[in-house]
């Protein structure tokens, strides 16, 4: 397979060409296991590890390669490792504040184009869970899509689906059976050649079921969930990139115990965008919506078209934000804010400089 067929764009020839990488080779990252990698490129595919520099600069707070990173990489003779020099700018990225105490982010999907945000219609469907995944899925950059799984099981699918679209503003919402196969052809039009997608989930909803049904071959492990509560027992422990059979590229990942949110402020805005709208034409400007005069928001809420769960789950979210930003080393997310920022005005004048030419 050629990097083309694994996804390389103008986007990316523009960046690999911006600087000068003698001896190395543009590959992705496939899949990651515990200190290595397997990557891909022209040359076929071979496992990897990190170069020293590289590995210094991750442990100083830089990010480690992560599954469907573009990297340039080193090829010794054919049999040993590849190196990975560097980590190339991300067009998109999924993070979220990793798990436990300590304040920093983890990547969980790189250069994705769609996620998939799968749940199942059993004991798993939480449209609140949801809503914390679309703000964070908007802030990746990448396009959220609702997938609802295990259609088969549910006689109330299209009630629950329209529930779900209620909260998910501007996500197309699928009802989908992996198992039956019901539904896919919804799916269809995001499996592009070359287009990336990911599937992030709570354990159990079937998104490795969903990838089977998808390559149309048994590649990933599945296994049954706990009756009682719809859980799944964490069967998948890698990242992984799988090529199907159109030549879009699925990215299969472990289910997720929990997604606390990374610093996601304009994601949260764009997830929430109806109540802000709302909260505008409340009588004063720094209404709370606990009852001041002229509140409209109160007024969506007494008419039924703003559900209070909403409101709240937005107002915990955002206790989570400030939690996190108070947390935050203020310089380091000052100079955070601003590198990225720089790095994508830079990727975007870059990019349309190249087109040009
Ligand atoms: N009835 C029904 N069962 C399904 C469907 N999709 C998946 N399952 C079942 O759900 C269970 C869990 O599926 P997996 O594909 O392992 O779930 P997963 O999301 O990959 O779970 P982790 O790897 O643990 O994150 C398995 O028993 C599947 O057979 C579906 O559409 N309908
Ligand atoms: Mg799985
Ligand atoms: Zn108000």
């Not at 003698?22 to 990698?37: D, F, K, N, Y």
Request: net charge neutral.
């Amino acid at each position: 397979m050629s990097i083309i067929q694994w996804g390389w764009d103008g986007y990316f020839e523009a960046v690999w060409s911006d600087s000068d990488r003698e001896s190395t080779m543009p590959a992705r990252v496939v899949a990651q296991h515990r200190g290595c990698w397997r990557v891909a490129g022209d040359f076929g595919e071979r496992m990897a590890e990190a170069a020293g520099k590289l590995r210094l600069a991750a442990e100083e707070g830089a990010d480690w390669p992560t599954v469907g990173d573009w990297a340039a990489v080193e090829l010794d003779t054919a049999n040993s490792p590849a190196l990975i020099r560097e980590v190339l700018p991300r067009r998109s990225a999924f993070v979220r504040k990793t798990p436990g105490k300590k304040i920093a982010e983890q990547v969980l999907a790189a250069n994705v184009d769609t996620v998939l945000l799968v749940s199942a219609l059993d004991g798993d469907f939480n449209p609140r869970r949801v809503e914390r995944y679309l703000a964070q899925c908007w802030e990746s950059g990448a396009k959220p899509v609702v997938v609802l799984n295990k259609a088969d099981t549910c006689r109330d699918a299209r009630e629950k689906a329209a529930e779900m679209e209620k909260v998910a503003l501007g996500a197309e919402v699928c009802v989908v059976s992996a198992k039956t196969g019901q539904g896919l052809r919804e799916l269809e039009p995001l499996l592009r050649p070359g287009k990336t997608l990911a599937m992030l989930g709570s354990s159990g909803v079937g998104k490795s079921t969903l990838a089977n049904r998808l390559l149309g071959d048994a590649r990933q492990e599945v296994r049954e969930v706990r009756e009682s509560d719809s859980r799944g027992r964490h069967t998948t422990t890698a990242r992984q990139l799988f090529v199907l059979p159109g030549g879009a590229l699925l990215m299969d990942t472990p289910g997720l115990r929990e997604l606390q949110l990374w610093d996601a402020e304009e994601g949260m805005a764009q997830a929430f965008a109806d109540i802000d709208e709302l909260a505008e034409q409340c009588r004063f400007s720094d209404c709370r919506h606990e009852g001041e005069p002229g509140c409209a928001v109160r007024a969506a809420l007494d008419a039924g078209v703003l559900d209070p769960a909403r409101l709240e789950n937005r107002r915990k979210l955002q206790r989570e934000q400030e939690f996190l930003r108070r947390k935050m080393d203020p310089e380091a997310r000052a100079e955070y804010n601003q590198r990225v920022k720089q790095l994508m005005r830079g990727v975007r004048e870059m990019y349309r400089h190249k087109k040009r030419d």
